[in-house]
């Protein structure tokens, strides 16, 4: 059962969202709950303290068995942003006046898993034609309220608009579960070697505003996770201080997690996803060259041998970290030199009229079923695809004059 914790200070929109995923529950597996506005505020008051404590007191060792904040035990975390009304409610005051403000609390002060911010950048379905999202952001996913209760979020038997950013919630706090007890004993560890992308040729093509997000003072090859934690931009605010080990661990996996997700796989030329990679070397999907068979490998469930694609080819060059991302990736420069595919032993041969992955809907289409646009991406990979909803916003309209 996943719980999924809806936080809003609006009673009828909390009731509404929770409604729609409730929906939901009878195939997903869903156990939803939203907070009235003073368990909400005392929650909030309760991190706020944790916070608190945490400077004066400094680390606690563990936190079991101190409080016991609805937050901590949410699968899933749906946050609003705007949070006016939350000042004129009964109870303690609270400085929480924002949803990014109350995810930085849930992930620096809880136990949470995947957070969900809705609201804050849109309050209706606007695709990003840039690709890189709002990595700042404490939420581990951005989108508007009526994306919230997208099925796409739960399998990937879904139709209609889903962007291929998204991760599957159902499944992304539980590789945060797991990879947080991992990490929590090699805090101290660089991060980029435990990734598996220290190496000089993974290593020079990362570019400086990717880099200097790990920590502003090491070398990024040296930085560790602590240092992550402690100084990067995506870690603790500057006054603020680790309040368990634990939750440590898991604000570096979620903060890390994102940096990969939004700052370096939609570049695809470090780390390459199974639609993209086989856009780029069909040869790997095989026959038949339809796009039901190409589908396939847009699965985000699926294990990676039911992906269609000819594994064994690829097994060597698979990004071995893979519980940090949502989905199997392989690493771009090894694929792109390994002499075993066809389209490196041959890169002038003829292709097939290709079909093409619409980044928008998370599916192939036949090329004149899509529309292509310049995503803010490495140039080399910059051309990608979408399909146009109508009921979808496309911003900026620009990138589709390219």
């Known amino acids: 059962m996943v719980r999924v914790l809806v936080c809003d200070d609006e009673g009828g929109r909390a009731a509404g969202l929770s409604k729609r995923l409730r929906r939901l529950a009878g195939l997903h597996g869903l156990e939803v709950e939203a907070l009235s506005l003073g368990e909400f505020v005392a929650a909030i008051f309760d991190l706020e303290d944790r916070q608190r404590a945490a400077r004066d007191l400094g680390l606690v060792s563990d936190a079991k068995g101190r409080t016991q904040n609805p937050i901590d035990h949410a699968d899933v975390l749906f946050v609003d942003y705007d949070l006016v009304r939350i000042g004129l409610s009964e109870g303690p005051a609270v400085r929480a006046e924002s949803g990014e403000r109350v995810c930085y609390l849930a992930r620096s002060f809880s136990a949470c898993g995947t957070i969900v911010g809705y609201n804050q950048f849109t309050y209706y379905r606007v695709f990003d034609l840039t690709l890189r999202g709002h990595i700042r952001s ?15 979020f739960w399998t990937d038997d879904y139709a209609g608009y889903r962007p291929w950013s998204w991760p599957m919630l159902r499944d992304s706090y539980e590789r945060l579960n797991r990879l947080s007890h991992v990490i929590g004993d090699k805090m101290t560890d660089p991060i980029l070697e435990t990734l598996g992308l220290a190496d000089h040729r ?40 680790v309040w368990t080990p634990h939750v440590a661990a898991r604000i570096a996996v979620a903060r890390l997690s994102k940096w990969l997700e939004r700052a370096v796989l939609p570049d695809q030329n470090i780390l390459v996803d199974a639609p993209h990679l086989i856009s780029r070397f069909p040869s790997l999907m095989g026959e038949p060259y339809t796009d039901e068979h190409w589908n396939a490998a847009c699965q985000l469930l699926a294990p990676v041998e ?26 771009w420069p090894d694929v792109a030199s390994d002499l075993d595919i066809q389209e490196v032993q041959d890169p002038w041969a003829l292709r097939p009229d290709q079909l093409v992955f619409c980044e928008d809907v998370s599916h192939f289409r ?32 620009v990138r589709l004059l390219m």
Do not use: C
Request: glycine share 4%; hydrophobic share 35%.
């Open 138 to 152: 404490f939420a581990d996913l951005n989108v508007s309220m009526d994306a919230a209760s997208s099925q796409g």
């Open 202 to 241: 993974i290593y020079g093509r990362f570019t400086r505003e990717q880099l200097e997000l790990l920590s502003p003072r090491k070398d990024p090859r040296e930085a560790t996770f602590e240092d992550f934690v402690r100084e990067s931009s995506l870690g603790l605010r500057p006054r603020d201080e």
């Open 366 to 397: 036949r090329r004149r079923q899509a529309s292509e646009f310049v995503a803010e991406v490495a140039p080399e990979f910059a051309r990608r695809y979408v399909q146009r909803l109508k009921q979808v916003s496309y911003q900026p309209t």
């Open 306 to 331: 039911d992906l269609g694609i000819d594994i064994e080819k690829l097994r060597a060059h698979q990004f071995l970290a893979k519980d940090w991302l949502s989905r199997p990736a392989w690493l």
